[in-house]
């Protein structure tokens, strides 16, 4: 096929002209082509599927009979512009109930489509040419895509076992530190389940001041805590004078596809967010900002939320381990991030956790999601569909089953 007339002008931040002609597969559409392959190979074996990263289950009803009463009203049908003032006082109310973190509604929170979108907006607010973001790896890339977008640098500061899973911030080059202008945090950690404390989140905030930085702390997962109380970092003493955080209700209240989260912490941030976010979207549909508005008031849902992945998390660390894996119950989200094997006794050995995700999913349809910017890990969802805590337990058998039959090598 021939090029479109227009093949030059693709951008360079996209491939430029190359854009489209690329071999290069990612990772996730690699796990999907995989799994296909194994369902196509082996029809009769079932797949056991931890690789989903989205929740099992539907909005709880009081949320889903919201919607369903305010989409019939007109008064909700036109732009939403930067968000209703009910849903503001209830994500301020949320912050208040949860964490004892007051915020001026009206000034110090602003909605976004989902905490994806804020992340890649939030560097249009500090970065040009030539400024560095600090990101975390493996993560959550998006702010570190839109900094480069924008002509900045990313610096990625690994998440090493060693480090309790903590970044090394004294490890960052003077030179570098110098042209920093942001700091992406992600706790409760996605994928390796570890949580911020206290202390770590003072020694973020004083790093902060000293270096003249700002920090926006991404805590899409914060109801899903399951090692002591859920944490933001506008509870600890000056957080709000550093940055801001990202929360969002996809993930404690099964709200997933709604599109719904939002961005909190110091004032002049918050303004300056909904001045990007004005330019780049017209706001989530007022219907679902009340609905969301329901959810938020409603505390009983993100627990039975958490106690769920909490009781899968469980079971799963068990069977792993049993199967040879040094893994341990994470302190949040629904992910368990785990060493990947080495290989198979007598059989191939894996060069990364790639190739020891591959083999587990086209040999023994046992779908993981695989992360090698900081050691050879494999992250399993516990996401899964499973109707009772009866068919959870006959997965976790089969897992067994299929698991110690390998002959892993750690
Ligand atoms: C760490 C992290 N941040 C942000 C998001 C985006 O969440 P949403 O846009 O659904 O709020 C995700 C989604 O998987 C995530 O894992």
């Given amino acids: 096929m021939s090029d479109p007339y227009f093949q030059q002008l693709f951008s360079q931040r996209i491939g430029g002209p190359d854009y489209g002609k690329g071999t290069e597969i990612y990772k996730f559409e690699k796990i999907k082509r995989a799994k296909r392959k194994a369902r196509a190979d082996r029809p009769e074996r ?88 600090l990101m975390t790896v493996p993560g959550y890339p998006v702010a570190g895509t839109h900094t480069k977008y924008y002509g900045g640098e990313v610096y990625n500061l690994p998440l090493r076992f060693e480090n309790g899973f903590f970044p090394d911030l004294d490890s960052i080059p003077p030179e570098v530190l110098k042209r920093t202008k942001l700091l992406v945090l992600n706790y409760p950690n996605s994928p390796t389940g570890k949580v911020a404390s206290r202390e770590f989140f003072a020694r973020v905030i004083a790093f902060a001041e000293q270096h003249r930085l700002v920090v926006v702390q991404d805590a899409a997962h914060v109801m899903l805590t399951y090692e002591g109380q859920p944490l933001s970092i506008l509870q600890v003493p000056g957080g709000k004078d550093v940055g801001v955080e990202i929360h969002s209700l996809s993930k404690g209240w099964n709200m997933i596809g709604w599109r719904m989260g939002f961005v909190c912490g110091h004032e002049r941030l918050v303004r300056a967010f909904a001045d990007v976010k004005d330019n780049c979207d017209s706001g989530q549909f007022i219907a679902i900002q009340k609905a969301a508005a329901v959810a938020l008031d409603d505390p009983e849902t993100p627990r039975l939320v958490r106690e769920k992945y909490r009781r899968r998390l469980e079971k799963l660390v068990a069977t792993l381990g049993r199967c040879g894996f040094d893994c341990r119950m994470p302190g949040g989200t629904y992910f368990l991030y785990a060493r990947a094997p ?42 899964y569909e499973a109707r009772d805590e009866e068919m959870e337990d006959e997965l976790m058998e089969e897992t067994e089953d299929r698991l110690k039959g390998i002959g892993l090598v750690f």
């Avoid at 889903?64 to 209703?84: F, H, L, Q, S």
């Avoid at 591959?358 to 516990?382: K, M, N």
């Fill in 342 to 383: 080495k290989g198979i006794k007598g059989g191939p050995a894996f060069a990364n956790a790639e190739e020891a995700s591959q083999y587990l999913i086209t040999e023994h349809s046992i779908c993981t999601v695989p992360w090698d910017d900081a050691g050879p890990y494999l992250r399993f969802s516990v996401t």
């Fill in 46 to 133: 079932p797949l056991v599927d931890f690789g989903i990263g989205e929740n099992d289950e539907m909005a709880p009803r009081s949320v889903r009979e919201e919607m369903a009463n305010e989409i019939g009203r007109p008064e909700n049908r036109g732009y939403a512009d930067n968000g209703i003032a009910e849903f503001k006082a209830a994500a301020a109310a949320y912050m208040q109930r949860e964490f004892d973190v007051r915020l001026n509604p009206e000034t110090e929170v602003n909605h976004c489509i989902g905490s994806k979108t804020a992340l890649a907006m939030f560097p249009a607010v500090l970065i040009d040419p030539g400024d560095v973001t």
